[in-house]
């Protein structure tokens, strides 16, 4: 079975500073690998996916995320955080060995302050 | 990118009634669209995946009954909770998969149920 772990509920950052939201991961093949972020009662936004290739990411907004095989980790990362960046953001895998769920980790919620 | 519509966004009922919310893809077609139930401060748990033409395939301790998927086309699905009670009050968020495309996922914005 497929599983993603957020080992933070929560990340406090000052605008300008650089953050990360740590994301881990299980999947039995080779993993699809997503963020995505959550804004107050509305859907989910996709930021960036890992497929194959290089294993730095980068997405929407300037977010960026790292595939680290050897540690089964895809860490989100923004070289300069702002305000507008406070959310709900979620890690998710789906398994290219078969099937098509998406298991999310528990989410980490982003708090950039002044 | 892709819009994935919800409808509606929040709806209020009596405990008793069915509720019916409608997810639709506007500028893909979907042959499969997930249907999620988020609790405060929680991540989203899959109910089920929700195939065009046939059956949905519901999560291991999902009620099919007290939850029916239909996916009647390409570009839409509805999820409707029956004799909603009090306990179904959840967000709940649809995604659809391009049938073209691989690996992304786009979601829509979610509908706010509230069972009174």
Known sequence: AQSVAQPEDQVNVAEGNPLTVKCTYSVSGNPYLFWYVQYPNRGLQFLLKYITGDNLVKGSYGFEAEFNKSQTSFHLKKPSALVSDSALYFCAVRDTGGGNKLTFGTGTQLKVEL | ?116
């Not at chain 2, 929700?50 to 301790?61: F, P, V």
């Not at chain 2, 009620?63 to 009647?72: G, T």
């Open chain 2, 1 to 116: 990118g892709a819009v994935v519509s919800q409808h509606p966004s929040r709806v209020i009922c009596k405990s008793g009634t069915s509720v019916k919310i409608e997810c639709r893809s506007l500028d893909f077609q979907a042959t499969t669209m997930f249907w999620y139930r988020q609790f405060p401060k929680q991540s989203l748990m899959l109910m089920a995946t929700s195939n065009e033409g046939s059956k949905a395939t519901y999560e291991q301790g999902v009620e099919k009954d007290k939850f029916l998927i239909n996916h009647a086309s390409l570009t839409l699905s509805t999820l409707t909770v029956t004799s909603a009670h009090p306990e179904d009050s959840s967000f709940y968020i649809c995604s659809a998969r391009d049938s073209l495309a691989t690996g992304e996922l786009f979601f829509g914005e979610g509908s706010r149920l509230t069972v009174l």
